[in-house]
């Protein structure tokens, strides 16, 4: 599962953005970050992202968010959803365990009432197996009545394996009728291994009708056994109590083959031809030629089987440009000796540092045959740096220096209390990744650390004192 439902639910625009509000309603910036100061944290890292809609030749407020995270991970913290320039809908609080795994989501509406601003919705448990994989989810409505959870549903991933023999991964969902867990649908996965734990077949099944059935039954050609490689591959289909031809592939070249990952297709072919059981012979049906760069880019071309002969029909085009961002995705057909683009999106993005702060997104309007905008995306990351109680009532003076800021290859990190010194420090990414930790035997009022190897951008210090203070700050690479 991803890491929450709300990326999820927004998977076609992948991003959100930050707005100043207004009115009584409404939530200030200023007012979250003051509210935020009882925590007692340290550091909060937020992030922003815009997305603007394209109308009338300028670029309109659409959706909104704003994310915190834990910045010692990463994690997300909790997201606040702001529909338009000023409609604050939902927030999501995020949960995890000892292993930083997420167990539990939590989705509020705002109700903009002074004291009681957010109210319980809905809530999402997430458990794991011995493994560690997702095993269980189950989900809950909020009771505003009675103030209590009420289950909805439950989803449950089960995995079983031994090595060399059999492996089956089972999806389901049950339904609360208020009494017991009714099972309304599912899809079970059975996979065959050979003696080195390669797939060599997989029978799929589905729960219809208070029952499993199967639905399709896939065997597998290897041509290395103990990488799992193959060069074809033939299904059949469960019809009338029976299985039948259903289609094949043929002449197939993998590429990078990494293996059967988490036991899912998600692979790459050099090429491949799919054939069709029409009842009674093979028919082909369409070739693919993949051709890949190495910044995981491709074109892929599609080939129809006509009058004996492949011929061209259409092609794929997927392109990121240096930083691995993804810059086109178009498909276009091949018609009267030229390629006519049917649909596709296209980015163009700003970048501060190693990320990108503006990505403009194009769509291709095949009326007028252009390349029209439909949405930008602005993102931003700042760190509210808040001192502790214990520190705020210190008679020290906190906090350090970085010299020089910005910094090429070396930075001086000094203490502004002389009688304290640098137990350790901590270096973390915008988006609060951990980079590197260090320890000093030596303990001294100032520091060099050598930063030559690290990307251009905007990095946060997180120094320990021998006083058991935590002081940050920021600073910029070149």
Known sequence: ?????????????????????????????????????????????????????????????????????????????????????????????????????????????????????????????QFYNAVGWDSLHISYIWNPNDSV?????????????????????????????????????????????NEFGQIYEKKVSLYKNNKWVYDFWDSYHLTNDTTGEFDSSYTQAWQDGQWQ????FTEIILHNWQGFTNYVSDIQYEQIIKHWWDGAQWIYIHKINTAFDTLGGRTAYYYQWINDNWEIAARLNEIYNERKFKTLIAREEYNNNQWDTIWGSKYS????????????????DTTIMKWVPTFNH??????????????????????????????????????????????????????????????????????????????????????????NMILNGKFVKN
């Open 378 to 467: 602005v993102l931003s990351d700042f760190t509210y740096i808040l001192n502790t109680p214990e520190i705020e009532s210190s008679n020290k003076t906190p906090g350090l220096k970085i010299i020089p800021n910005p910094a090429k290859n070396t930075v001086l990190v000094r203490l502004n209390d002389k009688t304290d010194r640098i137990k350790s420090v901590r270096l973390y990414n915008i988006s609060g990744q951990k980079i590197f930790e260090k320890t000093f035997q030596d303990k001294r009022q100032q520091e060099y650390l050598n930063i030559s190897a690290l990307k251009k951008g905007v990095y946060i210090l997180q120094v320990i004192t021998t006083d």
């Open 245 to 248: 031809p259903y289609f094949k």
């Open 1 to 125: 599962m991803k890491k929450n439902i709300f990326t999820a639910t927004l998977v076609f625009s992948m991003l959100l953005s930050f707005g100043q509000q207004s009115g009584e309603s409404k939530i200030l910036l200023k007012n979250m970050l003051k509210m935020q100061q009882t925590a007692g944290d340290t550091i909060w890292l937020y992030q922003k992202h815009t997305i603007n809609q394209w109308d009338n030749g300028v670029y309109t407020p659409y959706v909104t968010g704003i994310y915190e995270y834990y910045p010692a991970t990463a994690n997300w913290k909790s997201c606040i959803v702001i529909n338009g320039e000023s409609d604050t809908t939902e927030k999501y609080n995020y949960f995890y365990d000892e292993n930083n795994r997420l167990t539990s989501t939590v989705i509020r509406n705002y109700t903009g009432n002074p004291g009681n601003e957010w109210m319980n919705t809905y809530r999402e448990d």
């Open 349 to 364: 993005y700003e970048y501060l540092g190693s990320i990108w702060k503006v990505m403009y997104l194009y769509e291709y």
């Open 149 to 193: 959870w009420e289950k909805k549903s439950k989803r449950g991933f089960s995995y079983y394996y031994n090595y060399g023999e059999a492996f089956f991964h089972v999806d389901s969902t049950f339904i609360w009728n208020g009494q017991q867990w009714i099972m309304s649908d599912g899809y079970k996965r059975d996979f065959l291994f």
